[in-house]
């Protein structure tokens, strides 16, 4: 609510910036499993400005933890101070003061699902590999665990990220090993965020990122408990060699397993079985590694512990780590 000239500031008007500051940085709400971008926020801190009554006086000390509030989104999001200050104990608020505290506010609920490049850190959360020759369904699998509901919000809120990636190597002649090193050639970088997911490869997304709704980690956790999704997939007919092996392929899949823990399963299928222009079902020779990368808030504004990632037995097939 914009104030002029010779206006009053009151409680009324400092609630009203406070709750816009709270409902960022603050503890997660609104509806998760139908989430849009005017519902769900928070980054599950713990804001400074206190809860002020009509009739409370507001001191130069409440206005600066609100600034302090108001600044710690923004620089979360953008990655700098704004351009707003503090204000001196004699000082009166203004309404230019108050004015550009309001621009900042609303520009924080506007963007809050973004997040600065700075203010994130990468880590790896696990990697997988198969090292000796190998043949049908293969499987990297591992459970992530948040601490509570509000850790599992917060940190997506904040800009959790789940990144997936593949490397293969072989050096020999054998076709179907070469098929699979242009298989895992393509898988590319498949990202998990708040509001969608993206993959840079020469697969597809299984679940469309079409708006209006939002398919990230929001669409995941409106899953039923215990039933498969698939994430991503390609394979051998996403390359022009070796058509024989097309039935061969990578996917990703996620199972909610409850409201704190998703499992995923990072496969590899051979599912050639030989016979007609390739002869017999030759097992691979092909050395793959899956790596998993977590992006968390780490800034000095906004932190949140990152996820445990543990094996998944006796699911997982991969040598783990």
Request: aromatic share 10%; net charge negative.
């Amino acid at each position: 609510m914009t104030v002029g000239i010779n206006e009053d500031i009151t409680a009324a008007q400092y609630e009203d910036l406070r709750g816009k500051a709270a409902r960022v940085l603050g503890q997660p709400s609104g509806s998760w499993s139908t989430a849009s971008i005017g519902t769900v926020a928070g980054y599950d801190q713990n804001p400074d400005a206190p809860i002020k009554l009509p009739a409370d006086l507001i001191t130069a000390a409440d206005w600066n933890k609100l600034h302090s509030d108001i600044s710690r989104c923004y620089f979360h999001i953008v990655g700098s101070e704004p351009s707003i200050d503090e204000v001196a104990t004699d000082e009166l608020i203004t309404a230019d003061t108050y004015n550009a505290y309001e621009a900042i506010a609303d520009f924080n609920v506007t963007n809050r699902n973004t997040v600065a490049s700075t203010q994130r850190s990468l880590a790896t959360a696990t990697v997988a590999s198969l090292t000796s020759t190998w043949n049908g369904v293969q499987k990297h699998a591992f459970t992530v665990t948040w601490n509570n509901e509000a850790h599992k919000e917060g940190w997506i809120n904040a800009g959790g990220t789940l990144r997936f990636s593949a490397s293969a190597s072989y050096s020999g002649s054998q076709t179907k090993s070469q098929d699979w090193v242009n298989i895992i050639g393509g898988v590319g970088i498949i990202d998990i965020n708040n509001m969608s997911m993206t993959e840079t490869g020469d697969g597809t997304l299984q679940i469309s990122q079409a708006g209006p709704s939002y398919n990230g980690w929001w669409y995941i956790d409106s899953l039923s408990l215990n039933t498969e999704q698939t994430i991503y997939a390609t394979s051998g007919a996403d390359q022009p060699n070796y058509t024989e092996y097309d039935e061969n392929f990578y996917e990703i899949k996620v199972i909610k397993r409850s409201s704190t823990q998703y499992e995923f399963q990072v496969i590899v299928n051979d599912a050639d079985v030989g016979g007609g222009a390739e002869g017999a079902d030759d097992n691979v020779e092909t050395d793959i590694n899956s790596l998993v990368q977590v992006f968390t808030a780490s800034g000095a504004n906004v932190a949140l512990a990152t996820p445990t990632f543990a094996e998944k037995t006796p699911t997982n097939t991969f040598n783990y780590s």
